[in-house]
């Protein structure tokens, strides 16, 4: 054994760390703004306040669509969070959410059930996390979509303000 037999096991074993040891998880994520979600009404009854799209109808619920975005980098059957935030200002009524998957022959969806952000008299800021396992691998040509209820106004307005999607549990 010489002087250097040290500093080439040494060596070595960095080696083969470095090499056997599999790369670091890197998470990724998206926030999506409610300004890219639309609104589904005969009659308009959204507006956009601040950074939040509100329902301005002191009657009726409105109904907002927000399409999901899928890439490369996060595709929809990695996902692994799914989160809706906002403001509820009416504490007769909650903000409902359903993930869900449009088929990408044009006829027809896969729903969640329906979650809230807490019991009706709920107000203020929410984050919603929202149950998605209809985005699996089985539907890989489908679309995946969030469908929003927002109650109408009482005291204040209530909206949305935008979608988090991460993998890894970003």
């Not at 990695?78 to 403001?87: A, E, F, N, Y």
């Not at 409902?96 to 952000?117: D, E, I, K, T, Y």
Request: include cysteine; charged fraction near 15%.
């Amino acid at each position: 054994m010489n002087n250097r037999s040290p500093m080439i096991a040494g060596g070595f074993a960095a080696l083969t760390m470095l090499l056997a040891s599999p790369p670091e998880a890197e998470a990724n994520f998206k926030r999506q703004h409610a300004s890219s979600c639309i609104e589904d009404s005969l009659v308009p009854l959204a507006l956009f306040q601040d950074q939040f799209l509100i329902n301005t109808s002191d009657t009726y619920f409105d109904f907002f669509f927000c399409g999901m975005p899928e890439d490369t980098a996060l595709r929809k059957d990695h996902v692994s969070r799914l989160d809706l935030t906002g403001v509820d200002q009416r504490p007769a009524d909650s903000v409902l959410v359903r993930a869900c998957v449009g088929f990408s022959s044009g006829f027809g969806a896969q729903c969640h059930p329906m979650v809230m952000n807490g019991p009706a008299a709920t107000m203020g800021p929410f984050t919603i996390s929202v149950p998605h396992a209809s985005w699996n691998s089985s539907h890989r040509l489908d679309f995946a979509y969030l469908l929003v209820q927002v109650p109408p106004y009482e005291t204040s307005f209530s909206g949305i303000s935008g979608v988090y999607i991460a993998d890894i549990n970003g």
